[in-house]
């Protein structure tokens, strides 16, 4: 399985606006959709968005309802993760993984991330 590669982070001020990118993102077999996940210094991963390979209703962290925009483009085999209006706290690495029903990602390893750091 080819694991995706996750880019577009860096240095933002607070209420800025970056686009990540996960390319390589193919369907893992058995896998229901795809994710952004991230991790902050000394917290646990967390999901933060997901769009399910059907193409139904994506899912979003209540922390980035209406801030942060999942999409996909299949034809490139990329996931992005618009993100706007930044706080200091969505400071994390980024991640993207393919996940199971009930978004539990997949195994194997994960990416390298991509830092994204918000300052005030």
């Known amino acids: 399985q080819v694991q995706p590669v996750e880019s577009g982070g860096g240095l933002v001020q607070f209420g800025g606006s970056l686009r990540l990118s996960c390319a390589g993102s193919?369907?893992?077999?058995?896998?229901?959709?795809m994710g952004w996940f991230r991790q902050a210094p000394g917290k646990e991963r967390e999901l933060v968005a997901a769009?399910?390979?059907?193409?139904?209703?994506?899912f979003y962290a209540d922390s980035v309802k209406g801030r942060f925009v999942i999409s996909r483009d299949i034809a490139k085999n990329t996931v992005y993760l618009q993100m706007n209006s930044l706080k200091p706290e969505d400071t994390a690495v980024y991640y993207c993984?393919?996940?199971?029903?009930?978004?539990?990602?997949?195994?194997?390893?994960w990416g390298q991330g991509t830092q994204v750091t918000v300052s005030s």
């Open positions: 993984k393919s996940t199971y029903s009930g978004y539990v990602p997949t195994g194997g390893n």
């Open positions: 769009v399910p390979w059907s193409g139904g209703d994506p």
């Open positions: 193919g369907r893992t077999f058995g896998s229901y959709a």
